[in-house]
């Protein structure tokens, strides 16, 4: 079998179980599969494949057609211009998480701060952070062990130092904290029902990176209740929000601090998606 006709056969499996980007994914697929990268694939559609890459390339299609989202079938992701491991362990870093990266190394400049990323899953947001502010000090925190083990691999691949802690948010850190980066869990528990395109995928992440009460707000309450409750408070807070509940959420934190100043900003797709607390 040809390159051509391997990726013709997957693309039309998956278009007809009505994947988005069906013929997108049965390139990046083959790619991963031949370990060429995608312009390869293109330069050479006459080229044939073994057996044993056909298997393979057969059964990643498979796993694709059911909703798996790809980056856990390739293990990696990029994010931020930088690549990341991923698994079943860790949520796919997010391209909407960009902004909170940006804002914060807006907001940070050349000032030598403390950062903690809270709820670091792959690590993305912490290496980013430390890859673009090199002057600053980077804690990760965690309540997972096995999505630590991955942000920690994350953190030598893009050769980032940062200190990893395995804790309930920011319980028990004994560093001065200046600034807090958090992508917290915020979507709402019925969402678990919804099924549609746009959901299926959401069934491989792990639960615990993504669910967080009625209105997706637990995980910040709880982190707003640790954080007023420091001794000495960070001058500002970056949360990743989710756009549903964006207001409830600022009223919330308005209750935790009350002599903040918090503006929210919107995503590339118009969503309320970053809110920006500075105490
Ligand atoms: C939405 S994911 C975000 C991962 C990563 N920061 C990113 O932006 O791609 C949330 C992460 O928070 C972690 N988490 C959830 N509850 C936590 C808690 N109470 N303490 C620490 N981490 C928690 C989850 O394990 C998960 O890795």
Request: hydrophobic residues 40%; proline residues 5%.
């Amino acid at each position: 079998m040809t390159i051509i006709e391997a990726g013709k056969i997957a693309a039309d499996k998956l278009n007809q179980a009505k994947v988005p980007s069906a013929i997108l994914d049965a390139e990046v697929l083959l790619a991963c599969t031949l370990k060429k990268s995608k312009e390869f694939i293109l330069a050479n559609p006459k080229l044939k494949i073994t057996k044993a890459q056909e298997k393979k390339y057969k059964a990643l299609v498979k796993r694709r057609s059911k909703f798996e989202p790809v980056a856990y079938l390739t293990g990696e992701k990029e994010f931020y211009g930088l690549r990341f491991l991923v698994n079943k362990n860790v949520l796919i870093p997010r391209p909407e998480t960009e902004l909170l990266v940006e804002e914060v190394i807006k907001y940070v400049g050349t000032k030598s701060l403390t950062i903690c990323d809270v709820g670091t899953g792959s690590g993305a947001i912490a290496v980013a952070l430390k890859k673009y502010l090199p002057q600053t000090k980077i804690i990760a925190t965690d309540i997972s062990k096995s999505a630590l083990n991955t942000a920690k691999k994350n953190a030598d691949l893009n050769k980032a130092e940062i200190s990893f802690i395995k804790t309930n948010l920011i319980y028990n850190i004994k560093d001065k904290i200046d600034l807090i980066a958090a992508n917290l869990p915020y979507v709402p528990e019925e969402e678990k029902k919804i099924k549609n395109v746009f959901s299926k995928p959401l069934k491989y992440e792990p639960a615990g990176a993504l669910y967080a009460g009625r209105y997706g707000l637990d995980s910040y309450e709880k982190l707003f209740q640790q954080t007023s409750n420091l001794p000495r408070k960070p001058t500002a807070l970056f949360c990743e929000i989710g756009s549903n509940y964006a207001q409830k959420n600022k009223k919330m934190a308005q209750e935790y601090f009350p002599q903040a100043k918090i503006e929210i900003k919107n995503d590339l797709c118009d969503k309320k998606r970053l809110m920006i607390i500075k105490n």
